[in-house]
T-cell receptor
Framework: KAGVTQTPRYLIKTRGQQVTLSCSPISGHRSVSWYQQTPGQGLQFLFEYFSETQRNKGNFPGRFSGRQFSNSRSEMNVSTLELGDSALYLC????????????FGPGTRLTVL | DQQVKQNSPSLSVQEGRISILNCDYTNSMFDYFLWYKKYPAEGPTFLISISSIKDKNEDGRFTVFLNKSAKHLSLHIVPSQPGDSAVYFCAASERYGGATNKLIFGTGTLLAVQP
């Protein structure tokens, strides 16, 4: 079974631009979560989607948003990029809707110049 | 406020010996714990988990111990192999009014297994 895939793997943007990252979960998984990893803050939860509904949101500004489609694929969007948004963005999928083991994709490395 | 803490940023162990990675938490609402391994430029890989109703879970070379009264868990790797060299993250999930897969991660411990 194919793992979690994320596209693109690397991205370079400039301040003020917006960006959309994509995640395809493991087949059959309906829960998709997003995390941001930075050297200073570590791995931090952004949000979680289950059956196209956002169930949980981390402590991030409204510039960070996401959505999930009927096929469970998910996208996250960051508008008005800031230098501090440079990070590894990780997507994880889970089979169950609660406390399921989450399987991570390889991540998208976003660099904001 | 760091709810999940891994106080050792790094650990060096000889091949064949035991590696013990530690994790402390402060939130008594956490009831499910996981360990992930991460190589640079890759996503975390799930290793092992434990529910708060247990105090030990074993899977091959990996064993996780949970001490609820001390709010402490540890991951034991026996025997350690050079391929185990990576950053290890402890993560916790909170008992919640509804369903959630949200994980709170520790800051990670870099394990180096010397041949």
């Amino acid at each position: 079974k194919a793992g979690v895939t994320q596209t693109p793997r690397y991205l370079i943007k400039t301040r003020g631009q917006q960006v959309t990252l994509s995640c395809s979960p493991i087949s059959g998984h309906r829960s998709v979560s997003w995390y941001q990893q930075t050297p200073g803050q570590g791995l931090q939860f952004l949000f979680e989607y289950f059956s196209e509904t956002q169930r949980n949101k981390g402590n991030f500004p409204g510039r960070f948003s996401g959505r999930q489609f009927s096929n469970s694929r998910s996208e996250m969007n960051v508008s008005t990029l800031e230098l501090g948004d440079s990070a590894l963005y990780l997507c994880a999928s889970s089979l169950t809707d609660r406390k399921g083991t989450q399987y991570f994709g390889p991540g998208t490395r976003l660099t904001v110049l | 406020d760091q709810q999940v803490k891994q106080n050792s940023p790094s650990l060096s162990v000889q091949e064949g010996r035991i590696s013990i990675l530690n994790c402390d938490y402060t939130n008594s609402m956490f009831d499910y714990f996981l360990w992930y391994k991460k190589y640079p430029a890759e996503g975390p890989t799930f290793l092992i988990s434990i529910s708060s109703i247990k105090d030990k879970n074993e899977d091959g070379r990996f064993t996780v111990f949970l001490n609820k009264s001390a709010k402490h868990l540890s991951l034991h790797i026996v025997p350690s192999q050079p391929g185990d060299s990576a950053v290890y993250f402890c993560a916790a999930s909170e008992r919640y009014g509804g369903a959630t897969n949200k994980l709170i991660f520790g800051t990670g411990t870099l394990l180096a297994v010397q041949p």
